[in-house]
């Protein structure tokens, strides 16, 4: 079974970092891609940066310059550095995973989310 579980939120103050990461497990293949969403209630989910397994990135325009979104291949462990976190950083944060099987067929996956809240 498939799991990707985020861990590393919380309540930080405005200009401080957190650093959050995603462990994924259960995954039989490989993983293509590997990406760090938000969602605030009322909003849509937006995408705030994604690693392709070359080491490819991309962000969102909001983050960039603040974030950086990294990857252990060996350990498919995904981690997201957040520095100069503002009040609109705060939602709930996913981990998200493009998988392939062996045999060619692909996935997707979440993870069950974790809460940064930017405030004083």
């Known amino acids: 079974q498939v799991q990707l579980v985020e861990s590393g939120g919380g309540l930080v103050q405005p200009g401080g970092s957190l650093r959050l990461s995603c462990a994924a497990s259960g995954i039989i293949g490989r993983i293509l891609a590997m990406g760090w969403y938000r969602q605030v209630p009322g909003k849509q989910r937006e995408l705030v940066a994604r690693?392709?397994?070359?080491?490819?990135?991309n962000y969102a325009d909001s983050v960039k310059g603040r974030f950086t979104i990294s990857r252990d291949n060996a350990e498919n462990t995904m981690y997201l550095q957040m520095n100069s976190l503002k009040p609109e950083d705060t939602a709930l944060y996913y981990c998200?995973?493009?998988?392939?099987?062996?045999?060619?067929?692909?996935?997707?996956?979440w993870g069950q989310g974790t809460q940064v809240t930017v405030s004083s």
């Open positions: 998200n995973a493009d998988t392939q099987t062996y045999w060619g067929a692909p996935n997707n996956y």
């Open positions: 690693i392709m397994s070359g080491g490819t990135t």
